[in-house]
């Protein structure tokens, strides 16, 4: 029994004196990497910064937070912000924001509401720390600009996660419920007021390829930039209007997509009108290209449903046999 409670003993002991140094390593860290961070492009600026969670976490508090651009044209302050770790798995991070934020971009200021902002991010146990997955979930979002417009979303998710085929290729999952879109522009999607106040949801599903992996390098140096995106599924659902598309598209040595997308479009001339009032859709061409729709759609057993191509091709782009000019 002496000797169970000399090795419990031992063990609490180590452990203690594991956690003491973790947290203050982690704290030291952040402290020295936002200090470097101040030096370079941005200006960062706490009042305080601590770890606490003895004896399995290290959760860390900055409070009184604002991060400033060199330029000053984009500026982000809150009251605190929180980065969580258990202290047996300090490469799997999480991050929480306050329920009030605020951000300048240029002379815009904005003020960004949530019941929940939090995300969370794994790194592979490695020193290079490269990208395994990542998630991002915000509850009752509410953003205002002192420019007058607002949008909203009860429900927002970000994830990703490392292609099993290529550490330099990422799923990834984009989801918006509820969406509310700025006054002006609600107005020109639906100025007779049809359709209801928020759209349903708009999503996206599909595989991003960049040309490097997203590691502490990328944080460092240059940034992976994007060779191609594989799209399994974009979706927008509004009231009866359902547009989806599905494809391949990749940037070409001269910046240009070079690709293509099949879209499905249910209500296809309630798309077509809100493209027209967005000026996408040349006024002199108009008839003749909706003509042209009408008798792609009667190719399909409901003539409400468009199934057509939109394809990039050698800097151009056309949609099924209309070409729609420059890429």
Not at 93 to 106: E, G, S
Not at 179 to 192: G, S
Not at 250 to 261: H, Q, S, Y
């Amino acid at each position: 029994m002496r000797k169970l409670l000399w090795v419990l003993v031992s063990i609490s002991v180590l452990w203690g004196g594991y956690w003491f140094v973790g947290s203050n390593a982690v704290e030291k860290g952040l402290t020295v990497w936002l200090a470097e961070t101040s030096g370079s492009h941005w200006d960062v600026k706490y009042s305080t910064l601590n770890t606490r969670g003895f004896p399995n976490r290290f959760d860390t508090t900055v409070r009184d937070i604002k991060v400033t651009g060199q330029d000053s044209n984009i500026v982000w302050s809150a009251p605190f912000f929180q980065i969580f770790a258990l202290s047996y798995k300090p490469n799997h991070i999480i991050a929480v924001w306050p329920n009030n934020q605020k951000l300048t971009l240029l002379r815009q200021r904005l003020t960004v509401d949530s019941s929940r902002m939090r995300g969370s991010i794994v790194f592979k146990p490695e020193t290079a720390l490269t990208l395994d997955r990542s998630a991002l979930e915000i509850n009752d979002l509410d953003i205002k600009s002192n420019f007058g417009w607002s949008v909203a979303a009860t429900a927002l998710q970000l994830n990703t996660r490392q292609s099993a085929k290529n550490e330099n290729d990422h799923d990834v999952f984009i989801s918006a419920d509820n969406l509310k879109p700025p006054a002006r522009i609600a107005e020109i999607l639906d100025p007779d007021r049809d359709r209801s106040k928020t759209i349903d949801l708009v999503k996206f599903e599909g595989l991003l390829a960049f040309d490097g992996p997203w590691d502490r390098r990328a944080l460092e140096q240059a940034q992976p930039e994007l060779n191609s995106v594989s799209i399994s599924k974009l979706q927008i659902q509004w009231d009866e209007l359902d547009v989806s598309a599905a494809g391949h598209l990749a940037i070409d040595a001269r910046g240009f997509l070079e690709g293509e997308l099949e879209i499905t479009a249910t209500k296809w001339r309630d798309l077509y009108q809100i493209l027209e009032r967005f000026g996408l859709i040349q006024e002199n061409f108009s008839g003749a290209i909706e003509s042209i729709l009408t008798l792609m759609a009667l190719e399909t057993d409901n003539p409400d449903v468009l199934v057509a191509k939109w394809v990039f091709r050698g800097g151009t782009m056309r949609f099924g046999a209309i070409p729609l000019g420059a890429a």
